[in-house]
């Protein structure tokens, strides 16, 4: 558990819904991160990577298809 959310839940006065939010969100996050599986489906997940055929992950659009240049007037 971190530090923060130790801090949080241990303290004496309320907190607010947006607090107990972050909270959750934050200890969500730390696991996530933490564990390898979890962190590689997620970003699959979310179309960030992909499956190659050997079974490597590999980027799903590299940054030249997702960032363009505005185009001169």
């Given at each position: ?24 969100l934050r200890a ?17 997940g979310a179309g ?9 992950l590999a980027v ?14």
């Amino acid at each position: 558990m971190s530090k923060n959310l130790r801090q949080s839940l241990n303290s004496h006065a309320k907190l607010t819904k947006h607090q107990q939010e972050m909270d959750i969100l934050r200890a969500h996050h730390e696991r996530v991160m933490s564990d390898a599986s979890l962190r590689q489906a997620t970003l699959i997940g979310a179309g960030i990577f992909v499956r190659t055929a050997d079974g490597k992950l590999a980027v799903a659009k590299p940054y030249d298809k997702v960032i363009s240049s505005k185009p001169a007037p």
